[in-house]
């Protein structure tokens, strides 16, 4: 699946659906159905190994194989044995995307280190706005994070490329922005990645900073940092059209999370949310939030 960050990016989905550390009001896949600190098993490590060289095997190219999906990857406690095991059947490197929650703990960066880039996440300078934005588990407190991504650039030979999604009027006045910054100074990663709220968010209201203003941030956060934030009008060729035209058929009956649609058509979360946004730029989809999940429905 292509990617602005990654390229061409194959993801590696290792924890069930929603299960996360943060229930992040800005979340595309809708909101947390398991908030855990709690590492296991979740999907099963040589199954994932199988399923992966299988598709290595018909031919697919890569740029990054990409421990991601729908939840948080370092939840699952085998993430470096997972790690190990590709690098037996390819070349292709390894990325994590992570938000760096859990990288306090000794376990999570040995794992993490065995991997070529890692993608944590920063969204606040402060525990008000950590709370606010990113609805973190009870046992996870902002100092935690960034001080375990600073341990981590200094065990990490490899690159780090900090994400810090922007939410106007939450994590954008200037002092937001210093403190932002002061953290990154501590943590020294080799990008800072700007993203807003292009996609479907978990929770409505939730607003986006245009491209002028990202730049702008951009510029205050110092060299490293870029917009990756994809302003572009939808996706296109005929292969995303007619899968679109199948996710707005099943729309036109009734209103589905991004879960219902992807059991529906035995698609990841990911493609299911391009075809999503895809309609909504179109204007031929909206959505709304019930209990906390976010469901989509063709409009009139």
């Given at each position: ?7 061409l ?5 290792i ?23 709690e ?5 099963p ?31 699952n ?22 938000n760096g ?7 999570v ?31 996870i ?21 900090l ?19 002061e953290a990154?100074?501590?943590i ?5 990645q700007?993203?807003?709220?292009v ?12 491209p ?49 649609i992807?059991s529906a ?12 946004t ?23």
């Amino acid at each position: 699946m292509p990617s602005r960050r990654l390229g061409l990016s194959l993801g590696v989905d290792i924890v069930p659906f929603k299960v996360c550390t943060l229930d992040c009001i800005y979340c595309q896949l809708g909101g947390t159905t398991q908030k855990t600190t709690e590492r296991a098993e979740y999907v099963p490590a040589e199954a994932v190994l199988a399923e992966l060289e299988e598709r290595l095997s018909q031919g697919l190219k890569a740029d990054f194989i990409t421990m991601s999906g729908s939840g948080e990857p370092t939840l699952n406690s085998r993430l470096g044995d997972l790690i190990d095991g590709i690098k037996k059947i390819t070349d292709v490197p390894v990325a994590i995307l992570t938000n760096g929650t859990l990288l306090y703990r000794r376990d999570v960066r040995a794992d993490c280190a065995k991997a070529d880039v890692v993608l944590p996440s920063l969204d606040a300078g402060d525990k008000g706005a950590f709370e606010q934005i990113n609805r973190p588990h009870k046992d996870i407190i902002i100092e935690n994070l960034v001080s375990g991504l600073c341990d981590f650039r200094n065990e990490f030979a490899g690159q780090i490329w900090l994400e810090v999604f922007l939410i106007e009027g939450l994590n954008t006045d200037a002092e937001q922005i210093a403190k932002i910054k002061e953290a990154i100074e501590k943590i020294r990663p080799d990008k800072v990645q700007l993203n807003t709220a292009v996609r479907p968010t978990a929770e409505t209201g939730v607003k986006r900073l245009n491209p002028e203003k990202l730049q702008a941030v951009a510029e205050q956060l110092g060299d490293k940092a870029e917009v990756v934030a994809d302003f572009s009008p939808g996706c296109c060729g005929e292969h995303i059209e007619s899968k679109a035209e199948d996710v707005l058929s099943m729309l036109k009956r009734r209103p589905c999370s991004l879960n219902d649609i992807c059991s529906a058509l035995g698609i990841h979360s990911n493609e299911a949310l391009k075809y999503v946004t895809h309609l909504q730029q179109q204007g031929v989809v909206h959505s709304s939030e019930k209990d906390g999940i976010v469901f989509f429905k063709a409009s009139s």
